[in-house]
């Protein structure tokens, strides 16, 4: 078991290397990741239903210390694909929500201390009632996740401990996340949006529509993100300020036409001198 388990691990560490370095959309990436730790978790599966274990000490071993090791990263993929898909737009916001996740992780952390520090300080006095099939006790306060698990390849706490690894894990990501929008914050150069927030609205649809980015290949939320980040303002629903727009009954670009205006009287005026 150890030796395809470690051979197993190094082929998904491999893999997972790889697409990091090839994919250029993040939330692509992750995806592919994902589905790649569900294929080799089937796998290890497989063959822990088909050879079992030779004692339960090897049984525990996998449990305690293998097992979470890859489960953890499916945990902290995940996490991260729900983190990224949900985060709002325009910095105060952001910062709220990284806020936010972090506090979710130190609330499961307070409400498992206990096994924290089982774990944490490499006990092994109760490693058969957590780590060893079949051996669950209803008044360690288990989680629901582990009725619903197929108990021929789960044990009572291994999913915990998984969940422990991929939380530090998760809990470097939005400490890493935060720190950019806080050095991004006092960095920010001098450039304000002093125009309306429907001005703004009207110039991002415009260039969207124009596909002057990427090729016209480029979500309008993305484009709305970046000039919320660029000058740090929030935009909130810009889809119904366009919907607004639309409403017009006169002048539906008066924006746009403003910029026009002006660059004509700006080019006039060099043209005079």
């Known amino acids: 078991m150890h030796k395809f388990y470690k051979e197993t691990l190094n082929k998904l560490e491999d893999e997972i290397r790889d697409l990091e370095i090839e994919a250029d959309c993040p939330i692509q990436r992750v995806e592919a990741v994902i589905k ?4 080799t978790l089937s796998e290890i599966k ?22 979470p090791v890859i489960v953890s990263k499916l945990i902290y993929y995940n996490a991260i694909y729900k983190i990224e898909t949900r985060r709002p737009y325009g910095t105060k916001r952001t910062k709220k929500y990284f806020t936010k996740e972090l506090k979710k992780l130190k609330r499961f952390f307070e409400n498992n201390l206990d ?17 060893v099939r079949g051996k669950h006790d209803i008044r360690l306060w288990l989680d629901t996740f582990y009725f619903e698990a197929d108990h021929r390849f789960s044990t009572s706490h291994d999913y915990k401990v998984a969940k422990i690894i991929a939380n530090d894990l998760i809990q470097v990501y939005l400490e ?19 125009a309306s927030k429907t001005a703004l609205t009207e110039l991002i649809y ?13 979500d309008i939320k993305l484009i709305a993100k970046t000039f919320e980040d660029a000058f740090n303002i929030e935009l909130g629903d810009f889809y119904h300020t366009f919907m607004e727009l639309k409403a017009r009954k006169i002048n539906r670009t008066k924006f746009l036409d403003n910029l026009c205006e002006a660059l004509i009287k700006k080019m006039d005026e060099q043209d005079e001198k």
Not at 36 to 39: A, E
């Open 115 to 131: 096994f924290y520090k089982y774990y944490r300080s490499n006990n092994s006095f109760v490693d058969e009632q957590f780590f």
């Open 206 to 218: 415009a260039l969207y529509s124009h596909g002057a980015f990427n090729n016209g290949n480029t």
């Open 176 to 194: 890493n996340r935060l720190n950019n929008v806080n050095l991004k914050k006092v960095s920010d150069n001098s450039l304000k949006w002093t």
């Open 46 to 67: 497989g063959f822990v239903l088909k050879n079992g274990f030779k004692n339960i000490n090897d049984e525990i071993r996998f449990f305690k210390y293998q097992k």
């Open 36 to 39: 790649l730790i569900v294929n």
